[in-house]
């Protein structure tokens, strides 16, 4: 069945950066995009980027200068890079997966807690 | 950037209530709006897809409607375990969430 599983590291120094992993299964990522969502604690939530089925990158504009998404099909793994972390950066990552351009986000992974502080 | 705001914010009501929940964009989605259940420290769960489809497996008490910029999302009787804070998501133009109305049993 589909799932995804988010990784990395609970605590990231203030100007350092962020690296976290999306491990997918259930389906393809040459057939799916998969898409970067963080909600900060007990805040909304906010689109952050996305990696499409072809391999191209669209990135939240407040954040694009900031941010890289890549991923390595053959370990169905996403990778999700921020630089210049600051305590506004603290929230849960979410990946979800967009199985076509029209599509609603379906499945989403449980989330990873970052925070950000000295 | 199209901007989402949901009403209310805070919502509380009784067991077998019929709640209602809006989302109003700042222009015109063309009904690309979502509504996503989250309860306390668990993801977003996709309830109702472009405006009126009900996801796979989604309880048929659960309902949406509306066009242009203006959508809502029904519960036609509220159960315990609909206790959760409802987002929605426009997709007409890259993804926006609204900030969420949370609902609490009376």
Known sequence: QVQLKESGPGLVQPSQTLSLTCTVSGFSLTSNSVHWVRQPPGKGLEWVGAIWSGGSTDYNSALKSRLSISRDTSKSQVFLKMNSLQTEDTAIYFCTRLWRTVAPFDYWGQGVMVTVSS | ?106
């Open chain 2, 1 to 106: 950037d199209i901007q989402m705001t949901q009403s209310p914010s805070f919502l509380s009501a009784s067991v077998g209530e019929r709640v209602t929940l809006s989302c109003r964009a700042s222009q015109n989605i063309n009904k690309y709006l979502d509504w996503y259940q989250q309860k306390l420290g668990e993801a977003p769960k996709l309830l109702i897809y472009n405006t009126n489809n009900l996801h796979t497996g989604i309880p048929s008490r659960f309902s949406g409607s509306g066009s242009g910029t203006d959508y809502t999302l029904t519960i036609s009787s509220l159960q315990p375990e609909d206790v959760a804070t409802y987002f929605c998501l426009q997709r007409n133009s890259w993804y926006t969430f609204g900030a969420g109305t949370k609902l609490e049993l009376k």
